[in-house]
């Protein structure tokens, strides 16, 4: 049986890096050390995505299962299990990742930046191509802008950005 794996276009970190810098300038919050993922998901997304179907939608892990996050490109769907969304809502950094990992899918796979196509089997997709790769790297470049914490500690990252110890590591070596 062969597994389905999804190839998106090529981009690059600079190429996410300048993306999300020009996200955080269109949403007023180039200078912003933290980010609301969830005020953006629930309030601002859909009013700014509307014409996209942009949706935002808390699921039980019941429904869910291991899924902490999926996002179906083409509808604008984005659904995020309940214990991962309380998370955030507490400030969890791991939490906030996923939303903002999940906005990255809607943002950059939807069709309205890159959309996707199919592979089959066990084709290599090269990293940039990967678009959990680009997803991540959006959560990251977005959530710990690369110049705002460019002369900040890990420690000072986690506690200003409201991020992972091990997400501020490593974007601090990006």
């Given at each position: ?49 509307k ?21 179906n ?44 196509a199919?592979?089959?089997?066990h ?26 914490i ?25």
């Amino acid at each position: 049986m062969s597994e389905v794996h999804y190839k998106s276009q090529p981009l690059s970190r600079s190429d996410i890096r300048h993306y999300a810098k020009k996200l955080r300038k269109n949403l007023l919050l180039e200078d912003a050390e933290y980010i609301d993922v969830i005020r953006l998901a629930e309030y601002i997304f859909p009013v700014l995505f509307k014409k996209y179907g942009f949706s935002f939608e808390v699921m039980p892990q019941e429904i869910m299962g291991n899924n902490h996050g999926l996002t179906n490109p083409q509808s604008g769907q984005i659904f995020i299990r309940e214990d991962v969304y309380d998370g955030a809502c507490c400030g969890g950094g791991r939490d906030r990742l996923t939303i903002a990992h999940e906005l990255g899918h809607f943002l950059l796979h939807d069709g309205v930046t890159l959309g996707l196509a199919r592979t089959i089997g066990h084709e290599p997709i090269p990293t940039y191509c990967d678009p959990e790769w680009q997803a991540t790297a959006f959560a990251g470049e977005f959530l710990m802008d690369h110049d705002i914490i460019a002369h900040m500690t890990v420690d000072e990252i986690v506690d200003r950005c409201k991020v992972s110890f091990d997400a501020a590591r490593y974007q601090k070596l990006k």
